[in-house]
């Protein structure tokens, strides 16, 4: 469709783009027509001299405004809504900002928004996980714009090519709805969840948040991520942001290590798309043997130290 | 200060989902329903936050067919003052639920609105923001920690780095996650005493909104299965095999 026109919302931090652009990217592609980036923010145009390298895009506007760092939902709806008219698509990663976001950017467009994309079937018809990711629905979307949110462990990551041009758009400025307070973010040791070739997670079966070591252990020999079930995570054992699962990220690593967690649906919809997955896990009817390829029945704090020894 | 509690109606989350032969749609006859698990929580938050003297009145408001006034009961029983039924035979999407509510905001001028981060049916994770565009509030999703003075609103987010925390003055829409709060459970005599509550009810075509949906749902599927692989006798034969055989480490 030649009058296809995408607009891909991207995400940077203090000048570096997220890594799921090209992902995004990818998915952009599929739906055919030509491809803007919009990246906004203090250092925006450092992010968007990357972006305009990456494959199939014609050209790149930058807003360099505080008022967008965050990705502060009021400013940076406010911002797409300015420029959304020419555009026929409208999508950004499913990532918590982009969850945050977009639906505000459809409502005040008019229209709905279809979240969590994993294939394009054609330029209003997509594939996307309901009931914790038990059941794909494909679904039509009857908008003239559509507003999207797509699943960046689903797509590939696009390559480059020479630079598109890059532009400068008023910027919308400070709504004065929100302030930012503070953030306390991962320290960035390892590897990022949803990026990471190799995932190790913890679960309950852990017990303590010192005995995740052992899961941090085996990490470090694999350059590995760290990743976590709920229980886990709500037992204080590590933070918010390892958690997998339904309600936490939704990953897909070559390799997916899950160490003391029993397999329930809400875990296995963030994980089950890796492609090898390993359990270990003393309890042989564990239902998470059922979707791994190595399982091992044992006692974890006797596999991972002699895994982390033997690696 | 109102605090006005969106609930939604959803499966158990324990209840393993079908669907129907003809892929048309899931498939819920005979499947165990209950309030969706983050609504829970939104819920829980409001009657903590009347419990604490912030709030002086909780009043939930669920939309669909009548089965939905059970989860309305649930909410009575688990402390909310009112309990108000949008009442509609088909099912509203994301945006016309927000504009249900839009609705209902504009009639009761809550001082703040809760809701879950998403629905665990179709986990859309859309209903908040759009409700707060439509209503021109502030908005905090994916809440961790709610703290509230005079009318300012500071909201701990769970966000994917880790989590942020933003400031805004009421009123304003904020959406539920995991780690909010533990909702209690009801105890008999409410619940008892619930059933004999009153419950208000509003007809959806009476408001004069447009909730066409937005999507046609073409046809559902149930992903395909992975297959159970091997059982590995030791460490050193999990690692000989991620080395030589799937070559993944
Ligand atoms: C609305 C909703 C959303 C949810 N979202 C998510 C989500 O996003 N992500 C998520 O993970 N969960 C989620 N859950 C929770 C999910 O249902 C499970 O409760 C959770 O995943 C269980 O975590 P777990 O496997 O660590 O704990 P458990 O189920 O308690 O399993 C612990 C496992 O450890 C094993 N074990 C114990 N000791 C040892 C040992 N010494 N050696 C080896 N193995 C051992 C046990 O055999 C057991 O299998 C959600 C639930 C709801 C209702």
């Given at each position: 469709m030649s009058d296809t026109r995408i607009l891909v919302i991207a995400e940077q931090e203090k000048g570096h783009l997220s890594s799921a652009t090209a992902r995004v990217l990818d998915a952009a592609s599929q739906l055919g027509g030509s491809i803007d980036v919009l990246v906004a923010g203090s250092q925006a145009s450092e992010a968007a001299q990357q972006a305009a390298r990456l494959t199939g895009v014609s050209g790149v506007i930058s807003v360099e405004d505080s008022a967008f760092d965050h990705m502060l939902a009021e400013n940076v709806s406010a911002l797409i809504t300015s420029l959304?008219?020419?555009?026929t698509h409208l999508l950004c990663a499913s990532t918590t900002s982009g969850r945050n976001v977009m639906p505000r950017v459809a409502a005040l467009l008019g229209v709905g928004q279809i979240s969590d994309v994993i294939a394009i079937e054609s330029a209003d018809t997509f594939v996307r996980p309901i009931y914790a990711g038990s059941v794909l629905a494909t679904v039509r979307s009857l908008d003239v714009k559509k507003v999207i949110t797509i699943r960046p462990t689903a797509f590939e990551p696009v390559g480059e090519q020479s630079a598109a041009s890059v532009s400068s758009a008023d910027s919308t400025g400070d709504q004065g709805m929100v302030t930012f307070v503070e953030e306390q973010l991962a320290n960035g040791e390892r590897p990022e969840l949803g990026g990471a070739r190799v995932i190790i997670s913890g679960g309950r079966g852990l017990g303590s948040a010192e005995n995740f070591r052992l899961i941090e252990g085996v990490a470090d020999r694999l350059g590995a991520a760290v990743g976590a079930s709920r229980a886990a995570v709500d037992a204080g054992y590590v933070p918010n942001d390892l958690q997998v699962g339904q309600t936490g990220k939704m990953v897909a690593p070559e390799l997916y290590i899950a160490a003391g967690i029993s397999g329930a649906v809400q875990h296995l919809?963030?994980?089950?798309?890796?492609?090898v997955i390993v359990a270990i896990n003393s309890d042989e009817e564990a239902p998470i043997f059922q979707v791994a390829d190595y399982g091992l029945v044992a006692d974890l704090f006797q596999a991972l130290p002699e895994l982390e020894r033997k690696l | 200060m109102k605090v006005l509690v969106a609930i939604k109606r959803v499966i158990d989350h324990n209840v393993r989902v079908r669907i129907r032969e003809d892929h048309s749609d899931v498939d819920l006859t005979h499947a165990k329903m209950a309030m969706n698990p983050f609504c829970e929580i939104a819920l829980e938050e409001a009657v903590r936050l009347k419990e604490q003297g912030i709030a002086d009145e909780v009043v939930a408001v669920s939309i669909g067919d009548k089965s939905v006034q059970e989860q309305l009961r649930t909410a009575l029983a688990l402390g909310a003052d009112r309990a108000l039924h949008v009442s509609s035979d088909t099912a509203v999407d994301s945006l016309g639920a927000a504009r249900v509510l839009a609705e209902v905001v504009r009639r009761e001028t809550p001082g703040l609105v809760l809701l879950g981060?998403?629905?665990?049916?179709?986990?859309?994770?859309?209903?908040g923001p759009m409700l707060a565009a439509l209503t021109q509030m502030p908005q905090a999703t994916f809440a961790s920690s709610i703290s509230i003075e005079g009318d300012r609103l500071e909201v701990t987010r769970e966000i994917d780095g880790g989590l942020e925390t933003l400031a805004m003055s009421l009123p304003a829409v904020v959406t539920t996650d995991l780690r909010l709060n533990e909702p209690r459970y009801a105890k008999l005599p409410a619940i008892m005493k619930a059933k004999k509550r009153p419950i208000e009810s509003l007809e959806i075509d009476t408001l004069g909104i447009d909730v066409t949906p937005r999507q046609t749902l073409l046809r559902v599927e149930i992903p395909r299965e992975r297959q159970a692989g091997v059982r590995v006798d030791s460490v050193d034969e999990l690692i000989d095999r991620l080395k030589n055989e799937a070559k993944v480490i």
């Amino acid at each position: 469709m030649s009058d296809t026109r995408i607009l891909v919302i991207a995400e940077q931090e203090k000048g570096h783009l997220s890594s799921a652009t090209a992902r995004v990217l990818d998915a952009a592609s599929q739906l055919g027509g030509s491809i803007d980036v919009l990246v906004a923010g203090s250092q925006a145009s450092e992010a968007a001299q990357q972006a305009a390298r990456l494959t199939g895009v014609s050209g790149v506007i930058s807003v360099e405004d505080s008022a967008f760092d965050h990705m502060l939902a009021e400013n940076v709806s406010a911002l797409i809504t300015s420029l959304a008219e020419p555009y026929t698509h409208l999508l950004c990663a499913s990532t918590t900002s982009g969850r945050n976001v977009m639906p505000r950017v459809a409502a005040l467009l008019g229209v709905g928004q279809i979240s969590d994309v994993i294939a394009i079937e054609s330029a209003d018809t997509f594939v996307r996980p309901i009931y914790a990711g038990s059941v794909l629905a494909t679904v039509r979307s009857l908008d003239v714009k559509k507003v999207i949110t797509i699943r960046p462990t689903a797509f590939e990551p696009v390559g480059e090519q020479s630079a598109a041009s890059v532009s400068s758009a008023d910027s919308t400025g400070d709504q004065g709805m929100v302030t930012f307070v503070e953030e306390q973010l991962a320290n960035g040791e390892r590897p990022e969840l949803g990026g990471a070739r190799v995932i190790i997670s913890g679960g309950r079966g852990l017990g303590s948040a010192e005995n995740f070591r052992l899961i941090e252990g085996v990490a470090d020999r694999l350059g590995a991520a760290v990743g976590a079930s709920r229980a886990a995570v709500d037992a204080g054992y590590v933070p918010n942001d390892l958690q997998v699962g339904q309600t936490g990220k939704m990953v897909a690593p070559e390799l997916y290590i899950a160490a003391g967690i029993s397999g329930a649906v809400q875990h296995l919809a963030g994980m089950k798309d890796s492609k090898v997955i390993v359990a270990i896990n003393s309890d042989e009817e564990a239902p998470i043997f059922q979707v791994a390829d190595y399982g091992l029945v044992a006692d974890l704090f006797q596999a991972l130290p002699e895994l982390e020894r033997k690696l | 200060m109102k605090v006005l509690v969106a609930i939604k109606r959803v499966i158990d989350h324990n209840v393993r989902v079908r669907i129907r032969e003809d892929h048309s749609d899931v498939d819920l006859t005979h499947a165990k329903m209950a309030m969706n698990p983050f609504c829970e929580i939104a819920l829980e938050e409001a009657v903590r936050l009347k419990e604490q003297g912030i709030a002086d009145e909780v009043v939930a408001v669920s939309i669909g067919d009548k089965s939905v006034q059970e989860q309305l009961r649930t909410a009575l029983a688990l402390g909310a003052d009112r309990a108000l039924h949008v009442s509609s035979d088909t099912a509203v999407d994301s945006l016309g639920a927000a504009r249900v509510l839009a609705e209902v905001v504009r009639r009761e001028t809550p001082g703040l609105v809760l809701l879950g981060k998403q629905s665990i049916d179709s986990d859309n994770s859309q209903t908040g923001p759009m409700l707060a565009a439509l209503t021109q509030m502030p908005q905090a999703t994916f809440a961790s920690s709610i703290s509230i003075e005079g009318d300012r609103l500071e909201v701990t987010r769970e966000i994917d780095g880790g989590l942020e925390t933003l400031a805004m003055s009421l009123p304003a829409v904020v959406t539920t996650d995991l780690r909010l709060n533990e909702p209690r459970y009801a105890k008999l005599p409410a619940i008892m005493k619930a059933k004999k509550r009153p419950i208000e009810s509003l007809e959806i075509d009476t408001l004069g909104i447009d909730v066409t949906p937005r999507q046609t749902l073409l046809r559902v599927e149930i992903p395909r299965e992975r297959q159970a692989g091997v059982r590995v006798d030791s460490v050193d034969e999990l690692i000989d095999r991620l080395k030589n055989e799937a070559k993944v480490i």
